[in-house]
């Protein structure tokens, strides 16, 4: 449990400094830096939930802290056609979500 703490705490101090670092580039000319840090903050986002998923905590605060993380993922993150993702991934969406929803095709 304690290196989960110690991973958390790391994602967290990481995301800090790129918070940092965003607000410094706000106002470039040139996005390159803006997008670059952006986009490794969304990796530690993605790997913050991870670790948050595998603390097997219940709390109510740990789950609604996932959820605004991935609302927040999916403003920042170009969205990727159904048919794309099961192709990239090698499973389909659908059936995902029939699983884990517990949808029964009739």
Known sequence: MKDKSNNIANL???IRQLDNLLVLH????DNFMLDQYTTK????LKELV????QLNET??????IIQKIVAGL???TPVLAENEFSK???FSLA???TIVLGKVAI
Do not use: C, G, T, Y
């Open 88 to 90: 990239k991934n090698k």
């Open 59 to 64: 709390s109510p605060k740990v789950f609604i």
């Open 74 to 76: 999916e403003k920042n």
């Open 26 to 29: 706000k106002n470039d000319d």
């Open 50 to 53: 991870a670790e948050l998923i």
């Open 41 to 44: 903050k969304n990796v530690f």
């Open 12 to 14: 967290l101090e990481q």
């Open 95 to 97: 059936h995902l979500e």
